[in-house]
Nanobody, 121 residues
Framework: QVQLVESGGGLVQPGGSLRLSCAAS????????MGWYRQAPGKQRELVAA???????NYADSVKGRFTISRDNAKNTMNLQMNRLKPEDTAVYYC???????????????WGQGTLVTVSS
């Protein structure tokens, strides 16, 4: 079973920064792609940023130039550095891992429990 645990959320003022982290565990051999999604109250979950095992990245237009995604394949961890935060970035942020190969089998999709980011003065 794959477990994803997020950390780093909290309250920050507009213009501030936060760093989210995600750690995957569960006898993992490989993870194809990892990403961060977010869901604001009353809205659908949306992709924020994603990164492949080869390091290719993809960002939502709303966060380009402000957020940076990174991962450590050897440690099965992923980070999201969020700068120049805006109130509209307020949401629950979820870690996602796709095409995960473990000692116990293959998992197409795995999700963390989410971490709340609140941008407010």
């Amino acid at each position: 079973q794959v477990q994803l645990v997020e950390s780093g959320g909290g309250l920050v003022q507009p213009g501030g920064s936060l760093r989210l982290s995600c750690a995957a565990s569960g006898s993992i051999f490989s993870i194809n792609a990892m990403g961060w999604y977010r869901q604001a109250p009353g809205k659908q979950r949306e992709l924020v940023a994603a990164i492949t095992s080869g390091g290719s990245t993809n960002y939502a237009d709303s966060v380009k130039g402000r957020f940076t995604i990174s991962r450590d394949n050897a440690k099965n961890t992923m980070n999201l550095q969020m700068n120049r935060l805006k109130p509209e970035d307020t949401a629950v942020y979820y870690c996602n891992a796709r095409s995960v190969v473990t000692a116990g089998g293959f998992y197409l999709d795995a999700w963390g429990q989410g971490t709340l980011v609140t941008v407010s003065s």
